[in-house]
């Protein structure tokens, strides 16, 4: 089933309480700890320019990429539905950035370069439902990074949907659309399934429904980290994403950085 077709829509209106500048700052501070990018556009060397590219798998509408554009990097934005990059698209066309969005599923990841920085947040990862498709999608991106580079990724843990949303509706009700999330767990595929159902108001006044099914799946630090290191690259740290802090067997959501570490630079 498609996902991200109407939601796309409204998809900013309805997750305008996301902290994106926050996550924007701690992907720049994670970049400067670790990384080879740069905030800086236009370098005369190819390999240099190459290092500053940045890469937001699973970019969305992509208001985290153009806030990373405005800290200087330069923008890749790598999404599979075309409706929500459509959205990153006008957004692109107000503002006056310069980003390269791809219609890719990040599965079949293709670049024409390497890039010295790959992130992706806000739950992307939680919809490979398989470690097999995080593992290919791991390599890709090991693959596709510049020699030292930087993989940046978070994901929603077994207990964020075993204890916390599993089995739980989430309603809100606005003047011009409203949702209806509910939540059904299934503890032995470790998958929660997200039944959406959204109305929007319409111009004569009537509003819209429309449905949509999403499944993402748990996991757990361990299990990441060994497909991380699976994949060639080196873990270099994990974090709680809502303390910035250490995991703990409570955390919902897990920051990692990963380096890319089989490459020599050619010069």
């Given at each position: 089933?498609?996902?991200?077709?109407?939601?796309?829509?409204?998809?900013?209106?309805?997750?305008?309480?996301?902290?994106?500048?926050?996550?924007?700052?701690?992907?720049?501070?994670?970049?400067?700890?670790?990384?080879?990018?740069?905030?800086?556009?236009?370098?005369?060397?190819?390999?240099?320019?190459?290092?500053?590219?940045?890469?937001?798998?699973?970019?969305?509408?992509?208001?985290?990429?153009?806030?990373?554009?405005?800290?200087?990097?330069d923008m890749i934005g790598v999404d599979i539905s075309g409706d929500m990059l459509n959205a990153a698209m006008e957004k692109m066309a107000e503002s006056g950035a310069d980003i390269l969005y791809l219609l890719?599923?990040?599965?079949?990841?293709?670049?024409?370069?390497?890039?010295?920085?790959?992130?992706?947040?806000?739950?992307?990862?939680?919809?490979?439902?398989?470690?097999?498709?995080?593992?290919?999608?791991?390599?890709?991106?090991?693959?596709?990074?510049?020699?030292?580079?930087?993989?940046?990724?978070?994901?929603?843990?077994?207990?964020?949907?075993?204890?916390?949303?599993?089995?739980?509706?989430?309603?809100?009700?606005?003047?011009?659309?409203?949702?209806?999330?509910?939540?059904?767990?299934?503890?032995?595929?470790?998958?929660?399934?997200?039944?959406?159902?959204?109305?929007?108001?319409?111009?004569?006044?009537?509003?819209?429904?429309?449905?949509?099914?999403?499944y993402q799946r748990g996991y757990r630090a361990g299990q990441m980290k060994a497909l991380v290191e699976r994949a060639g690259m080196k873990l270099l740290e994990m974090m709680d994403a809502d303390t910035g802090?250490?995991?703990?067997?409570?955390?919902?959501?897990?920051?990692?950085?990963?380096?890319?570490?089989?490459?020599?630079?050619?010069?």
């Open positions: 089933m498609d996902i991200y077709r109407d939601f796309a829509a409204v998809y900013d209106e309805l997750m305008d309480n996301v902290p994106y500048e926050q996550w924007c700052g701690r992907l720049h501070g994670l970049i400067e700890k670790y990384g080879v990018s740069e905030p800086v556009r236009d370098a005369e060397d190819t390999l240099a320019s190459e290092r500053n590219l940045v890469l937001d798998l699973g970019c969305g509408t992509g208001t985290l990429t153009e806030l990373m554009y405005r800290r200087g990097y890719q599923d990040m599965r079949e990841l293709e670049l024409y370069s390497t890039v010295g920085t790959v992130y992706s947040v806000c739950d992307s990862l939680n919809y490979l439902l398989e470690e097999e498709e995080l593992l290919k999608v791991f390599s890709l991106v090991n693959n596709y990074l510049y020699p030292g580079g930087i993989f940046i990724f978070d994901f929603n843990t077994v207990y964020k949907y075993e204890k916390v949303i599993g089995e739980a509706t989430i309603a809100e009700n606005r003047e011009d659309c409203s949702f209806i999330w509910e939540n059904f767990y299934d503890p032995g595929q470790e998958v929660n399934e997200y039944d959406l159902t959204v109305f929007i108001e319409q111009e004569d006044g009537l509003f819209r429904r429309f449905t949509e099914t999403h802090g250490a995991v703990t067997a409570e955390s919902q959501r897990i920051y990692m950085v990963a380096r890319e570490q089989g490459k020599t630079n050619a010069d």
